[in-house]
């Protein structure tokens, strides 16, 4: 069966400090990955896709990167946070012969002070 | 452009009864409809997943339409439990395959609704 890991699960970090978000898919190959963000209250907002090793796209500009240096990994990185990066953010993977039903990882509760 | 629009945008209902919430949608070609639940703090779980030939799907006490002409569906609660809430969410993917702007397999999701049972 296939599993995510999203890890931290929290995370608090002072405004200007770096993030690091990791990915983890297990039990599927050539999965398409994906980033979310949820703010309180608010639906999900697609950051980042990928189709691929090192095939990144993004949706909407920020203060976010993503890579995909493995397969079945997944990171999101910034070098410096804003107040506005905080929220939940959500990592998720799918595959096009299951009609790219997506499954979504435990997500990361990120604050920003 | 792809749209979800979810009705209602929260809910109250007292455990036992039932309710049904609403999802319109704009996207084209259609490829499936998904329905997910997410509990406060936790990632969505999927409910049902329906295609174009399907327009009833169910999960246990979850029922889901699907009106593939008026692009409608809607996912209906029997006998709600405590446990039910949450926020249900209305994802609607295009069946054409692209990299370009325009048309992908990138589903669109609505907002939710936010369903609170009470006792």
């Known amino acids: 069966s296939q599993t995510i890991h999203q890890w931290p699960a929290t995370l608090v970090q002072p405004v200007g400090s770096p993030l690091s978000l990791e990915c983890t898919v297990e039990?599927?190959?050539?999965?398409?990955l994906y980033w979310y963000r949820q703010a309180a209250g608010r639906g999900l907002q697609l950051l980042f896709y990928?189709?691929?090793?090192?095939?990144i796209s993004s949706e909407v500009p920020q203060n976010l990167s993503a890579s995909r240096p493995q397969d079945r990994q997944f990171i999101l990185s910034s070098k410096k946070l804003l107040l506005s990066d905080s929220g939940f953010y959500l990592c998720a993977w799918s595959v096009v012969r299951r009609y790219n039903e997506q499954f979504f990882g435990p997500g990361t509760r990120l604050t920003v002070l | 452009k792809n749209q979800v629009e979810q009705s209602p945008q929260s809910l109250i209902i007292l455990e036992g009864k039932n309710c049904t919430l609403q999802c319109n949608y704009t996207v084209s070609p259609f490829s499936n409809l998904r329905w997910y639940k997410q509990d406060t703090g936790r990632g969505p779980v999927s409910l049902t997943i329906m295609t174009f030939s399907e327009n009833t799907k169910s999960n246990g006490r979850y029922t889901a339409t699907l009106d593939a002409d008026t692009k409608q569906s809607s996912l209906h609660i029997t006998a709600s439990q405590l446990s039910d809430s949450a926020s249900y969410i209305c994802?609607?993917?295009?069946?054409?395959?692209?990299?370009?702007?325009?048309?992908?397999?990138?589903?669109?999701f609505g907002r939710g609704t936010s369903l609170i049972v009470h006792p």
């Open positions: 994802v609607v993917s295009a069946a054409r395959l692209t990299h370009a702007s325009g048309g992908s397999y990138i589903p669109t």
């Open positions: 039990g599927t190959s050539n999965p398409n």
């Open positions: 990928s189709v691929g090793i090192g095939q």
